[in-house]
């Protein structure tokens, strides 16, 4: 036997269950570029300045993060045109925030990429 208290919670249910199949609907129709541009400024990482530690042109220095720092080695020490490595730009490694990501693939490889300058020898 159907009371009206069995009708009142029958009909609020159905309505629950209306509204929430709405909102999913229109959340699955929500345009591609509208979720990517969501997701992306979610994920945007900091570019910061990392400069270079050593006074060495060995790619194998150059492409080791551990050889950067966001401090300056020397205060004597100029950027300017010459074979070494000054600094570049780059995001933080996220499991090692005091070494750059290398997020460009190597330094020595890619030097448009990391937007790097160069420093002459110490």
Not at 11 to 21: I, S, Y
Not at 46 to 67: C, F, G, K, R, V
Request: proline share 7%; with cysteine.
């Amino acid at each position: 036997m159907i009371t009206l208290k069995n009708t009142r919670l029958l009909v609020a249910t159905l309505f629950a269950l209306f509204v929430g199949a709405f909102f999913v609907v229109k959340a699955m129709n929500q345009p591609e570029d509208k979720k990517s541009e969501i997701v992306n400024s979610q994920n945007q990482l900091t570019e910061m300045t990392w400069y270079y530690q050593l006074n060495s042109t060995n790619p194998a220095d150059i492409n080791n993060p551990a050889n950067y720092a966001l401090t300056k080695p020397d205060e004597d020490v100029t950027c300017g045109s010459g074979p070494i490595v000054c600094e570049i730009q780059d995001t933080a490694n996220p499991s090692n925030s005091s070494q750059p990501a290398l997020s460009h693939g190597n330094v020595s490889d890619n030097p448009d990429d990391y937007d790097r300058t160069l420093r002459t020898a110490f």
